[in-house]
């Protein structure tokens, strides 16, 4: 488990508003002088020494990235996805509230090191009490002077504005949030006619505690595939639901029971998990009980760590249950959608719904299951626009594990009936 | 049209806004400021929506039609018509979060209480119930949205008395119907 010292979020835990004081007492904007009056590329090497990666589905390392914007001549534009994520999805939000300065400083020091002079942070419009929250603070950070021109002295120049975008779901791609902020479609890897940089919020608020504290102390918390730490929510049948820091490469079990008070019903009443939110491929049980959260862990299993969101499902929900909720929300909420996607999700929603009823539905010489795997199949591979790929996956994975699962009506409950008559 | 016609319409305060928003980008790409620039007028400016000579000007300013500007007032700033307007407007989270920690059995207790089927409304006009897909405030589900209003952490018997509570059948105190206050999400106007 993560000590209090080697903890980057500091305040996640306590769940303060910040203001600016109490933020430079927990460490926050400390010592940026001297990191800034460093050389950029003495930080960038730091940076692609620490291996770390991108909080996101990708995961992808950050300095791999950075290989995108080598040989362009000019300066590019910085994004900061601080936009909603899938249901599960919580802990972008959280950092927001409670780590603001944390993301200023982060994102002015990314810049900083890939030489950007203007960058947005990408805010959904189903979230106005969090734009306002940002914009308070980048005002405060104009004011004191860390952001704007000649930056604390250093003749550095980085201008950070927040951005109200789109409410529709636009982070499973970068080329999408790009268009959304742009209002309209950009040339692949461009925003406004120059080279643009997308990070997760996560991602860049991590970085000063990583150039302040050193590699090594960031290699030590993690493994070596997954350096550093990460912030998980933690939500569905766990006995307390919470957004929580952790280091990478903890057991799955001891993750639960320390920071979720365990699974409802026990460790043995766990039926699955969806490691990063809804979007992810699930995971049976049976895969669960030695399981590291670390990002080589999860894709050994065919799945993916990214940005940590934990929904947690025992067994009072089947599978198809599971995947069926999970799916309707890319069917019933695409952003701007291609024809493949607006015309063959919900295809594929009917199939999928079919297959509920029988013990042995999802068996492979069932007829309904070969036609949603070719529908899935040609869908993912025919669609542009990359949403179908991303809806999908959730589908995918309920194929591969949901053979002779029970069906299960989610609605149909007890309790309901139970409430009425009690009044 | 130039956008000197459009700001002269407008108020000097809001004026002063959408300057500072049309610099935030680069010149000639005024469209990725226009929904900020809209959510901060309608609140501001006196019947923003029905002054069409306004959002005529607003919309060739940013280079968009009128109606794709209708759209974003509309899904992402939640405006709605005047005659769609309903007393109390519930919204369900039934996303797998939620629906995990009870979400269908809220949704069961309010169509059972009310009488109606998920998307409908009451013949009075006073309630109308819909099934949100996420309002990304997953680790306290199950979420209802009463107006502008959030609840979380409910049961079908907290929703019970909530409905009462709404009609005046019944009263109870938020702490015995549980939820709304505990932050993160809520903003001030969003809590009881």
């Known amino acids: ?183 309209e479609r950009q040339p692949r890897g461009t925003l406004f006619g120059k080279p643009v940089l997308v990070h997760h919020v996560e991602t860049v608020a991590a970085l000063p505690t990583l150039l302040k504290k050193g590699v090594n102390w960031f290699a030590s918390l993690g493994t070596p595939g997954s350096a550093g730490t990460k912030v998980f929510s933690l939500s569905g049948h766990v006995n307390r639901p919470c957004v929580f820091e952790e280091r990478l490469g903890v057991s799955l079990r001891t993750t639960l029971e320390h920071h979720g008070g365990g699974v409802r019903g026990g460790w043995s009443h766990l039926n699955f998990i969806f490691p990063s939110g809804i979007g992810s491929p699930l995971l049976l049980r049976s895969f669960c009980q030695d399981l590291t959260l670390s990002y080589e862990s999860l894709s050994s299993f065919h799945s993916f760590l990214g940005s940590g969101a934990l929904v947690i499902g ?64 040609k869908i993912a591979k025919r669609c542009q626009c990359g949403y179908a790929d991303h809806a999908l996956t959730v589908v995918k994975g309920y194929l591969r594990y949901g053979e002779g699962e029970r069906s299960f009506d989610p609605l149909n409950s007890d309790s309901v009936n139970e409430a009425l008559h009690a009044n | 049209m130039s956008p000197e016609s459009f700001l002269n319409e407008l108020t000097t305060e809001s004026k002063s806004i959408v300057e500072k928003i049309l610099k935030k980008y680069p010149p000639g790409q005024e469209r990725a400021g226009l929904r900020e620039i809209l959510y901060y007028l309608f609140p501001q400016e006196i019947n923003f929506h029905q002054r069409k000579n306004i959002l005529q000007e607003l919309a060739y300013l940013c280079g968009v039609s009128q109606r794709f500007l209708m759209e974003i007032v509309r899904n992402d700033l939640g405006y709605k018509k005047s005659e769609e307007e309903i007393a109390y407007t519930i919204e369900v989270c039934t996303s797998l979060s939620c629906l995990l920690r009870g979400g269908g059995d809220v949704m069961k207790a309010c169509e059972k209480w009310l009488g109606l089927p998920c998307g409908g409304s009451t013949v009075d006009g006073q309630f109308s119930l819909r099934q949100k897909t996420c309002f990304n405030r997953c680790t306290s589900g199950p979420m209802v949205k009463i107006n502008e209003q959030l609840k979380e952490e409910l049961t079908p018997t907290k929703m019970v008395f909530w409905l009462q509570n709404l009609t005046g059948e019944g009263k109870v105190s938020s702490s015995e119907a549980g939820t709304v206050v505990r932050n993160p999400y809520a903003s001030p106007s969003e809590v009881e």
């Not at chain 1, 300095?63 to 362009?72: A, F, R, V």
């Not at chain 1, 909603?84 to 810049?111: C, H, M, N, Q, W």
């Not at chain 1, 069926?324 to 594929?348: D, I, M, N, Q």
């Open chain 1, 314 to 377: 025992n067994g009072s929900l089947s599978l198809w249950a599971a995947t069926c909720t999970a799916f309707s929300f890319f069917v019933h909420s695409p952003a701007e959608s291609c024809l493949f996607c607006s015309k063959g999700l919900p295809v594929c929603e009917q199939l999928l719904k079919s297959l509920q009823g029988f013990d042995s539905n999802v068996a492979k010489e069932n007829p309904i299951r070969k036609n949603l795997e070719q529908w899935t199949w």
């Open chain 1, 1 to 183: 488990m993560i000590s209090e010292h080697d903890r980057i979020f500091k305040n996640l835990p306590h769940q303060k508003e910040l203001t600016l004081k109490d933020a430079q007492e927990q460490g926050d904007w400390m010592g940026l002088g001297d990191l800034l009056a460093q050389k950029p590329d003495s930080l960038q090497s730091l940076v692609r020494a620490s291996q770390i990666r991108e909080k996101d589905d990708s995961g992808v390392i950050v300095s791999e990235k950075w290989n995108s914007l080598q040989g362009k001549d000019l300066t590019p534009f910085l994004v900061i996805d601080a936009s909603r994520g899938v249901p599960g999805d919580v802990s972008a939000l959280y950092l927001v509230y409670y780590e603001t300065y944390k993301i200023i400083e982060g994102t002015l020091l990314t810049a900083f090191m890939v030489g950007s002079e203007r960058g947005y942070i990408y805010m959904s419009a189903d979230q106005p009490h969090a734009f306002e929250v940002m914009q308070r603070v980048v005002q405060e950070a104009y004011t004191e002077g860390l952001l704007g021109n000649n930056i604390m002295g250093t003749g550095f120049n980085f201008h950070l504005e927040v951005h109200l975008g789109s409410a529709a779901y636009v982070k499973y791609s970068a080329d999408k949030m790009i268009d959304a902020l742009a209002g």
